[in-house]
């Protein structure tokens, strides 16, 4: 299996308040509504654009096989952190959309003084006084009476759009699949019949907007591609190279006895963000029938079963950087062992990361977590 994430070059939020304040700089981008603003009584809301690099695009796909694109067995995923959750409903919504026009980021931040006005803001796509959002064919734009039109433009095709709920007891961070809109950026092909899009990035917003309901203030505020922390949003690009090919001469076999010892051959323990590893791993039951042979049966290497996975923490925080995925993240296999690829570059540098695998055996599913650590460091 092969993950690879690529991170913003711009990102920005849009506030129906303060129509030409740019925050092109800021730490938190945010979806939000808010009833009573200072002293405007009217409903308000924010939106937020994220756009990731042409030449991005084009690295992260690079690795891929041709025929693994065009069979359609890989997915993009738009991932955001939520840095701060407030006033809920029972169920809040956010809905993503491919933005339709192109827009500066700027570099102000929220509520500057005086506000900054040298970017896109709910008015103006560029520095005010510049282009307004103008909506071509096929996009769109809102506003209400008392808030004058803009907030970006984007496509509403169906399968364009992409959304999430939120209740009170779910993750608040975002995980959309927005594969139809990258295949539409980068071929204009697929499944459906698609219009090539130009790559203007990716508008979000709440899917309940200008609500005369001061009991309906729900604020969703994420981590921008100029935090401080670790939660940059993302765009992960995942395709399936699973294979499980031992050659017709191999006489190792499959395990299928616990309890059971993994080891993970060829980690150094250290990457550079270039690096592509690809991890061995070396299993055999933890209590091994013995054999009649020349050497120990503790060398006698097993093959993990094909329903075997692999997944990513980072160790300080211990949360899923990958998760165990049926799909994705599966555990291949050829003449030597159980192996899979990691490309080290979608990883922030200078953190710890621990690998844990997911294997079916004998009817048990475990998962093997046995200090299987290495660093990526910047090179």
């Known amino acids: 299996m092969a993950v690879l994430k690529i991170f913003p070059d711009k990102d920005a939020t849009l506030y129906s308040l303060f129509p030409t304040m740019n925050t092109g700089l800021d730490e938190i981008v945010e979806a939000t509504e808010t009833v009573f603003a200072y002293s405007d009584p009217s409903p308000q809301t924010s939106r937020f654009l994220v756009h990731f690099a042409d030449e991005d695009l084009a690295a992260a796909f690079d690795p891929m096989p041709d025929a693994v694109y065009q069979s359609g067995s890989w997915n993009a995923k738009l991932q955001c952190y939520v840095a701060t959750a407030t006033g809920l409903s029972v169920t809040t919504s956010i809905d993503c959309f491919p933005a339709a026009q192109n827009w500066d980021m700027g570099t102000g931040r929220y509520l500057d003084e005086p506000i900054s006005t040298d970017g896109c803001s709910w008015i103006w796509a560029g520095y005010s ?22 907030g970006g433009v984007w496509y ?36 459906v019949p698609f219009t090539k899009l130009p790559n203007y990035g990716f508008l979000l917003k709440q899917n309940l907007e200008f609500v005369y309901n001061k009991n309906y203030q729900p604020e969703l505020k994420y981590f921008s591609v100029d935090t401080n922390t670790i939660y940059p949003p993302a765009l ?24 059971a010892t993994l080891t993970l051959a060829q980690n150094p323990g250290v990457f550079y963000s270039e690096s592509i590893n690809r991890f061995r791993i070396n299993a055999r039951p933890e209590y091994p029938v013995q054999l009649w042979q020349t050497e120990s049966v503790y060398l006698n290497n097993y093959y993990l079963p094909t329903a075997s996975y692999w997944a990513l923490k980072d ?47 004998n009817g048990s599913t475990v998962v093997f977590d046995d200090q299987y650590y290495f660093k990526v460091i910047n090179g």
């Open 129 to 150: 006084g510049s282009s307004l959002w103008s909506p071509p064919a096929g996009a769109t734009i809102s506003y209400t009476s008392s808030v004058p039109a803009g």
């Open 156 to 191: 509403t095709g169906s399968q364009y759009t992409a959304s999430i709920t939120f209740s009170y007891r779910t993750n608040k961070d975002i995980n959309l699949n927005v594969t139809n809109t990258v295949r539409a950026w980068t071929t204009g092909s697929g499944s």
């Open 236 to 259: 992960q690009i995942s395709w399936n190279d699973f294979v499980f090919n031992t050659g017709s001469n191999n006489t190792q076999t499959i395990l299928n006895t616990l309890p």
């Open 315 to 361: 160790l300080e925080t211990n949360e899923y950087i990958v998760d165990f995925d049926s799909t994705y993240t599966k555990l291949s296999a050829d003449a030597t062992s159980s192996y899979f690829d990691m490309y080290m570059n979608f990883l922030e540098p200078e953190r710890y990361y621990a690998i844990l695998v997911q294997s079916t055996i």
